[in-house]
């Protein structure tokens, strides 16, 4: 919104500032992070009252868990408010890769929110539906994937198949054009990474950092792949408008710093489906967006990795009747294992922050 401030920087110098994606960016992730700070406690305690029990607790789960009855969730309504509210100030509303993927995200987090309020209202894990909650996440994904591809379409700046081809990492020209099936491809891409994101939230801050990992490292993609001159050195696709998205992701990361600051251990407040469904779908469709879908699987591969444990547990449990992991996610495997749960939050931050600078190296690797 505030872009528009660059038609005056002819009376005004300092106003050019707004001209600069890195400047807003910055903007975005002090701003959405004070907009956190100042209405986080507001919203806990509204979420407390009107919670009671807060979320339910797993009977199944670690022991140490039940000391955690009470603490309200949809905490994500912090982080969307956040993420929302910055990008309105900072970001190019005309830009449809930020439109796509804030669509995407307040999608997501409604689907989330409605998810938690059934969790929440009959003290339940079985909140909506998985098959209706994954139908509505797929149109969602599927409609901002459309109009993406069509972006990509219209700018021809590869040829007039690259919006539909799916990109490669370590091979600089090699594509697959997937014409309109694209669109269930990049709506997979989507709907896994909000699914991965939420099966990973478990534990106090587990989810939160990983995902302001990934947000920076897909922030320095898109600036790179909305850039022709940096593009053209790193030999990377290069994607107009792309550029903007960096403006987005710098709210993310605000937005999860002003987040974890309430659910650092202990917690004040959980995340909740809100929170971690919006925040796996805007990762997974700026990777969409950056043609980046591949190296998302390196980048989260954290969320890779709890994803599949559930796969696996579930699979062979039908198969066999015995279980692979003690408990599925695999950050409850180790906790019964006998980590800690700070032990299993801060070394699965550091497996995060390892695989971001793997795929981030991709980069380079032509």
Do not use: C
């Amino acid at each position: 919104m505030l872009i528009w401030l660059v038609e005056l920087s002819e009376h005004l110098k300092f106003l050019n500032l707004f001209r600069y994606i890195t400047f807003r960016t910055g903007a975005s992730l002090f701003t959405s992070a004070f907009i956190v700070f100042l209405f986080g406690p507001m919203i806990i305690r509204s979420l407390r009252i009107r919670q009671g029990k807060g979320q339910p607790i797993r009977a199944d789960g670690p022991q140490t868990h039940f000391k955690k009855a009470g603490t309200p969730t949809m905490g994500g309504l912090m982080i969307l408010a956040g993420i929302v509210g910055s990008s309105l100030l900072w970001a190019d509303l005309s830009n449809v890769y930020v439109v796509a993927t804030l669509l995407v995200t307040l999608g997501f987090g409604a689907i989330g929110f409605y998810d938690d309020y059934l969790k929440v209202t009959k003290q339940s894990h079985k909140g909506f539906s998985g098959k209706a909650r994954l139908g509505i996440e797929f149109v969602i994904a599927g409609i901002a994937v459309y109009f993406m591809m069509r972006t990509a379409l219209a700018s021809g700046t590869a040829g007039s198949t690259f919006g539909s081809s799916v990109a490669f990492p370590f091979f600089k020209d090699f594509m697959i054009n997937l014409g309109i099936m694209f669109v269930v491809f990049g709506g997979f891409v989507i709907v896994g990474a909000g699914n991965a994101v939420n099966l990973t939230d478990g534990l106090d801050g587990l989810a939160i950092v990983p995902v302001m990992i990934a947000a920076a490292s897909f922030g320095v993609i898109a600036y790179l792949a909305g850039n022709a001159v940096f593009a053209n050195y790193l030999q990377i696709n290069f994607v107009p408008g792309t550029g903007e998205l960096s403006v987005v992701l710098g709210a993310v990361i605000g937005a999860g710093l002003g987040f974890l600051w309430f659910n650092a251990p202990p917690a004040a407040i959980f995340m909740g489906d809100t929170g971690s469904l919006a925040l796996g779908g805007t990762i997974g469709t700026v990777a969409v967006a950056t043609k980046h879908e591949i190296v998302m699987a390196i980048i989260g591969g954290l969320f890779v990795m709890e994803t599949l444990s559930v796969i696996i547990q579930v699979g062979y449990f039908k198969m066999t009747g015995r279980r692979v992991f003690l408990m599925a996610p695999i950050h409850h495997h180790f906790e019964k294992k006998g980590w800690t749960e700070s032990q299993v939050v801060i070394r699965f931050w550091i497996i995060a922050g390892g695989l971001a600078l793997l795929g981030l190296s991709t980069l380079k690797l032509r």
